[in-house]
């Protein structure tokens, strides 16, 4: 039997004016209501596990040199193990996971996750061949499947729609900061203790932080923070083919999951291949890898999502347009700091000029979770999550990160190793230009979406 906790004012905090949407008729609009302090500090909490959620699933692309040197393995078996074979379980487990979670606990089914994926990060490293660390990484994906697409869902309730892109923004500072603390704590393990012991601590670090999910957050009401049409909706209970259809039927959401996909596999090739590039290609040591890179990827990453999320929220009050044009503005300016990246003479300009990247390709991730959560009905919240993950992380996290596995091997057949995967990082350019075009199908979607609506409301 799952207990929701009325309104956002859960824990007993004081919520505020306007916080308990939810209770006894009284509630303002929707773009009146204000978040409560106790939803400020879920947010902070759900973010902290989150972080642990990328921490753990990029610590193997910063310590894939290693892991190479010492199993013997070739780019495409990492690609693969990295991306694809991770991205399989996590997204097809995602979408059920998410379906059981619009009926039951949220905060369970992401604590349950939580345990899980930091357990088997320990057991990556404890794996002694690439059969039992495939295994083990895709353990890791078991775990992350019942980490985002909840989180989403919870926030939702705890926030009003006005606040959902910032909110939203923050929680996804969970990826920068989380490769951020990867790239340091990882690199600097390894230096002193090896790569298996990067694993083991980071895995053991993450079990002991689960738990503060069960003392700290308290289960919602769905649709606490809607307005009262929509908050009706919450009550029903969504078929898992209902939610499907509708996700899929709708333009909207569909373009918009196939622009996060394109995006995502921009971002995931870059990302899972951007340390062995630079010590591959460009020398870079892992003592530099854990100050410069870290610093990088935290100050790049994390403030494209806030300002993303900020900007966007100031930016569809004129129109919801921009929930895609500003990613496709971004992306298109990105390209020419790729191309200057890769081919930089020295790591340190390489290093400066990979900011312009980092900062301008997370600019989808907070645009799209806002139109997910603010287009369908509460019930299906958490599915829909899991559903934009599953295209999102099978394109972007299940062929991004293969794709420059697969080129460097191919080139370096006749280039070497080193320049072989130069060429692979140059060769992830085009799907600029496929992102691109995606994003701008989102935002014809949502225009005329706009016009629509128009004309029945007049």
């Given at each position: 039997m799952t207990t929701e906790t009325p309104g956002a004012g859960a824990a007993g905090l004081s919520a505020g004016p306007g916080a308990g949407a939810a209770s006894a008729g009284t509630a303002p609009a929707a773009d009146q209501q204000r978040a409560s302090p106790y939803a400020w500090l879920v947010l902070a909490v759900l973010l902290f596990i989150y972080i642990f959620n990328f921490l753990d699933r990029q610590l193997m692309s910063i310590l894939q040199e290693p892991i190479k040197?010492?199993?013997?393995?070739?780019?495409?078996?990492?690609?693969?193990?990295?991306?694809?074979?991770?991205?399989?379980?996590?997204?097809?487990?995602?979408?059920?996971?998410?379906?059981?979670?619009?009926?039951?606990?949220?905060?369970?089914?992401?604590?349950?996750?939580?345990?899980?994926?930091?357990?088997?990060?320990?057991?990556?490293?404890?794996?002694?061949?690439?059969?039992?660390?495939?295994?083990?990484?895709?353990?890791?994906?078991?775990?992350?499947?019942a980490g985002a697409p909840p989180s989403y869902s919870i926030i939702s309730d705890y926030f009003p729609p006005r606040m959902r892109g910032t909110a939203l923004a923050i929680f996804s500072l969970g990826v920068p900061f989380g490769m951020a603390l990867g790239a340091a704590f990882g690199a600097k393990i390894h230096e002193i203790w090896g790569?298996?012991?990067?694993?083991?601590?980071?895995?053991?670090?993450?079990?002991?932080?689960?738990?503060?999910?069960?003392?700290?957050?308290?289960?919602?009401k769905r649709g606490a923070m809607d307005p009262p049409e929509k908050a009706l909706q919450a009550q029903e209970k969504s078929g898992f083919v209902e939610t499907t259809r509708d996700f899929f039927a709708n333009p909207v959401l569909l373009l918009t999951a196939l622009g996060c996909g394109a995006a995502a596999f921009v971002g995931y090739a870059l990302l899972n291949w951007n340390v062995s590039f630079l010590i591959r290609v460009k020398g870079i040591t892992y003592g530099d890898i854990a100050t410069y890179y870290a610093l990088m990827l935290a100050v790049s990453i994390g403030g494209g999502t806030i300002v993303a999320g900020v900007l966007v929220d100031w930016l569809v009050k004129r129109s919801k347009v921009?929930?895609?044009?500003?990613?496709?503005?971004?992306?298109?300016?990105?390209?020419?700091?790729?191309?200057?990246?890769?081919?930089?003479?020295?790591?340190?300009?390489?290093?400066?000029?990979?900011?312009?990247?980092?900062?301008?390709?997370?600019c989808y991730l907070a645009p799209a979770l806002a139109v997910v959560q603010n287009t369908v009905k509460p019930s299906q919240r958490t599915m829909a999550g899991a559903l934009l993950l599953l295209v999102n992380n099978l394109i972007g996290l299940g062929l991004g990160p293969a794709y420059v596995g697969w080129l460097s091997d191919g080139f370096a057949a006749?280039?070497?190793?080193?320049?072989?995967?130069?060429?692979?990082?140059?060769?992830?350019?085009?799907?600029?230009?496929?992102?691109?075009?995606?994003?701008?199908?989102?935002?014809?979607?949502?225009?005329?979406?706009?016009?629509?609506?128009?004309?029945?409301?007049?």
């Open positions: 040197e010492e199993l013997g393995l070739t780019d495409g078996q990492l690609g693969l193990m990295t991306g694809l074979y991770f991205a399989l379980v996590y997204t097809v487990l995602g979408v059920v996971v998410g379906f059981l979670a619009d009926r039951t606990s949220r905060r369970n089914i992401l604590f349950a996750g939580a345990f899980l994926w930091s357990l088997f990060t320990v057991f990556c490293g404890l794996a002694k061949t690439y059969p039992t660390m495939v295994a083990a990484r895709m353990g890791v994906g078991v775990g992350e499947a790569w298996r012991m990067a694993f083991i601590g980071i895995g053991a670090a993450g079990i002991a932080a689960s738990f503060l999910l069960l003392f700290i957050v308290r289960e919602p921009w929930y895609a044009m500003l990613p496709a503005i971004a992306f298109t300016l990105s390209i020419p700091f790729h191309l200057a990246y890769v081919w930089a003479p020295t790591w340190e300009m390489s290093l400066l000029l990979a900011a312009g990247p980092s900062f301008l390709n997370i006749g280039l070497g190793p080193v320049e072989g995967l130069r060429m692979a990082m140059y060769w992830v350019t085009p799907a600029y230009a496929v992102t691109v075009a995606f994003l701008l199908a989102e935002a014809w979607a949502l225009k005329r979406q706009e016009r629509q609506a128009g004309g029945s409301a007049g």
